[in-house]
């Protein structure tokens, strides 16, 4: 073998090497991953939401940022921001927020909408990784979300998806406490209810600002269960089922 090709080995070798190395370590971290997820869905099937008082409450209040409605026909995640609650009190320094890596051309009207570029979603975090990072932060609490099945839905193609499991932490959607004042409440948009709440409305159509209004909301009308004299969401639930 000559000096050329005893070269060219080596740096083909390298190149192996360095691909198993890589394929290793990403398939153990996907292995931790789907463990960490499997693993608080266990505490979440110990620790039942639907019994714990609800000024003990913890709940993730979220909100995301999308292209679109339909995560199945190629709608994506943009951004996802987040803020922790505990009965009625928001926990200002518990938020969480990232954009999400996107590479395609970016409509103008979403772009006008949520004030996000197409250069900070190129160069934001994967998917992948804001989504395990969201989970670290949420871990077992249940989430709260307004208009929650659109969050849910993309939730669940995300998780199947990027890990391979099933998502399945418990979403509230606010919409089920507005019935408590008025039962024949189906849908408002966040901006109306803030108005009926007197919340001021900061940052709309940014995750984090979207997700601390909704926290208010949640807040408030919380507030107004516990004021009728409902110690936990079952009671709550059980109620609104008579009514509908």
């Known amino acids: 073998m000559g000096m050329n090709d005893m070269i060219q080995f080596f740096r083909q070798m390298s190149g192996k090497l360095g691909s198993n190395i890589y394929a290793g370590v990403q398939g153990q971290t996907n292995k931790q991953n ?22 003990e409450l913890k709940v993730v209040v979220f909100d995301f940022e999308t292209t679109g409605f339909y995560p199945e026909k190629g709608d994506q995640v943009l951004s996802i921001g987040a803020i922790k609650m505990t009965g009625n009190q928001i926990i200002k320094t518990e938020t969480f927020y990232s954009l999400v890596n996107f590479t395609h051309p970016l409509s103008e009207k979403i772009s006008a909408l949520t004030k ?23 871990k077992n609490d249940a989430l709260v979300a307004h208009h929650a099945k659109h969050e849910q839905s993309f939730l669940q193609k995300l998780t199947w998806d990027l890990l391979k499991t099933r998502f399945e932490h418990r979403i509230i959607d606010t919409s089920f406490l507005l019935r408590l004042s008025d039962p024949m409440i189906k849908s408002m948009a966040l901006e109306d209810i803030c108005h009926e709440c007197k919340i001021e409305i900061i940052n709309r159509h940014h995750a984090l ?15 107004l269960a516990q004021s009728l004299g409902y110690k936990n969401l079952r009671e709550v639930y059980e109620y609104l089922a008579k009514i509908r």
């Open 34 to 55: 789907i463990s960490f997820i499997r693993q608080i869905q266990k505490e979440m099937k110990e620790n039942n939401c639907l019994e714990t008082p609800l000024h």
């Open 209 to 223: 600002g979207d997700a601390k209004m909704t926290a208010y909301v949640w807040g408030h009308y919380l507030e």
């Open 116 to 138: 996000i570029t197409e250069d900070e979603l190129r160069s934001a975090p994967m998917a992948s990784d804001v989504l395990m990072e969201f989970f670290k932060f949420v």
